[in-house]
């Protein structure tokens, strides 16, 4: 029996967990681990992307502000082109720029990552942070080295722009990312159509119960981003590698598999969706290699005791570049 919090549908439930297995929400399906793209290049992604989905990825996550889903594009039309996948065979996440997080702007952020990704649609279009920054066509707003918020950002006036996203057609799903409890409680009040999707920092140390489970309460997927604790970024806070964990590296000897596979494999089985990124063909393959082996209820409940709360945030009190976005109205991550 698989050791998943109450309320989590995953399809097939019953029968092995596999890289097609989906959570869903109302009639969005999404893939149960996808492939995370931040700080690849085109070329990276290009190289990523191609490799992810040869080895059965169905689900790629980018950003209009990542920069690369031209690359992403690029593949994407590759394999429809040679017939060996239908559009409807990918689920490809991205989201709004924060500059254009306002009424007027969030459908032109939208129309440039469609037109980028050569795509009529979106299977999920998130709403990128609560935190807008300052308008700019392209790049950010700086100041003194430090990007600029837009202090009026409002979530539910916005929201509405993002449903009539779904109704013309341009995302299947909505959804939200790097929202608190009381943020997706406040669009979950208003909303028409109902965000599917809530991405958030979460892994080994910064497990999220409280909102993980007002999530599943409402029929809104968590997914969790930073699975790996993001080891390679500069932004990150100086925090243990989850990946040196010696509970980790101890389970990951006993089943035989790396202590990156056993914190993917503890997202997955605590019924979070998981996309952890990699540029290298041979990393993002091993990443997928999680569905042959099950966490006993002992090691789940050794790893779930590992949770820092806050204390594991890595990207959260910003200093650097975003320091300034710490006073806008809707900033919660300290
Ligand atoms: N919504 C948001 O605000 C937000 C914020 C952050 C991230 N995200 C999304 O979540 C995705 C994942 O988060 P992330 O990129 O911050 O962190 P992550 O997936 O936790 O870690 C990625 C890093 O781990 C390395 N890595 C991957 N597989 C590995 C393996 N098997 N062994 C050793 N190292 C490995 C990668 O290097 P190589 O590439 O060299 O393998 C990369 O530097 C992002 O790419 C993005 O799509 C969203």
Redesign the pocket.
Known sequence: MLRLLPGVDIEGIMAPLSLSSVLKSGNMKMPILGL?????TNE?VEI?VDAALAAGYRHI???NC?GNEEGIGRVLKKWFDSGKLKREDVFLVT?CNPTHFRPEHIEKSMDQSLQKLGLSYVDLY?A??PVGFAYKEDGFVIVDGKVQPDMNTDLVANWKVMESLVDKGKAKSIGV??FNLSQVKRILDVARIKPTNN???L?LYLQQPELVQFCKDNDVIVCA?????????AFRKNIQHP?TDPVVLEIAKKHGK?A??VLLRFLIQYGVVA??????PE??R??ADIFDFELSDEEFNRLKSLDKGPAGRL?GGTTGIFEDCVKHPEYSLL
């Open positions: 995370g793209t931040w700080q690849g990276e990523a996550d980018t950003a990542y989201k998130l990128h942070n990312s790097n991405q958030v920092e892994y981003y930073s699975p790996i604790g993001s080891p390679n970024t990946m790396t990156v596979q996309i952890p990124k990699s540029s290298s990393r993002l091993q990443n990207f």
